[in-house]
C-alpha cells in the first residue's frame, strides 16, 4: 500500500517447489512477529493479533497485547505466546520497553510478566533449556 503493510500469504512447497497464495490476514501490517504452535500461526503486529489455521485456509482474530506496537519479538515459552519488547509512540519519538506479555492459548488471555532489565525493539529472541534469552543484532 505505499507504506509497507501487507496481508499477503504465500506457502512454500518444498516437494514440488512451488509458492501458492493462501489467505490473506484479516488486516494489512508492518513489523510483526509470527510463530508457530500446535500448527497453527500465530502473527502480533502493529495493526493485528492473528491466528491461521491451515486446514482451513482460515485467520481468525486473537486478542492484542495491551503494551507496544511493533519492533517486537515474539517466542513460544512454557506453552505460552510470549512477546517481548517493542517500541511505542509515533516514528519521530518512540521509545523502546521492557515490557514483556504473554498470551494464554487456552483462555485467549493476555497477562504481563517481569519487565526486562534493558528495554528492546527489532530484536530476536530465542528459548534455550526453559530460559528466555532476548538479544539486540
Known amino acids: 500500500d505505499g507504506n509497507g503493510r ?11 517447489d512451488r509458492w501458492e497464495f493462501k489467505a490473506n490476514m484479516t488486516n494489512k501490517d508492518i513489523s510483526f512477529g509470527a510463530i508457530n504452535f500446535e500448527n497453527k500461526i500465530y502473527v502480533v503486529g502493529k495493526y493485528t493479533s492473528e491466528v ?10 486473537i486478542p492484542s497485547p495491551n503494551v507496544s506496537e511493533r519492533g517486537r519479538s515474539l517466542v513460544v515459552f512454557q506453552d505460552k505466546l510470549v ?9 519521530k519519538e518512540s521509545k523502546s520497553v521492557p515490557t514483556v506479555q504473554y498470551y494464554d492459548f487456552a483462555s485467549r488471555v493476555w497477562k504481563t510478566a517481569k519487565d526486562m532489565n534493558v528495554p528492546r525493539s527489532y530484536h530476536a529472541a530465542a528459548v534455550i533449556s526453559y530460559q528466555l534469552y532476548p538479544f539486540n543484532l
Open 52 to 61: 491461521y489455521i491451515p486446514q482451513e485456509n482460515r485467520w481468525n482474530k
Open 83 to 91: 512477546v517481548i519488547g517493542g517500541r511505542i509512540g509515533d516514528i
Open 6 to 16: 501487507l496481508n499477503i500469504v504465500e506457502c512454500y512447497d518444498p516437494k514440488e
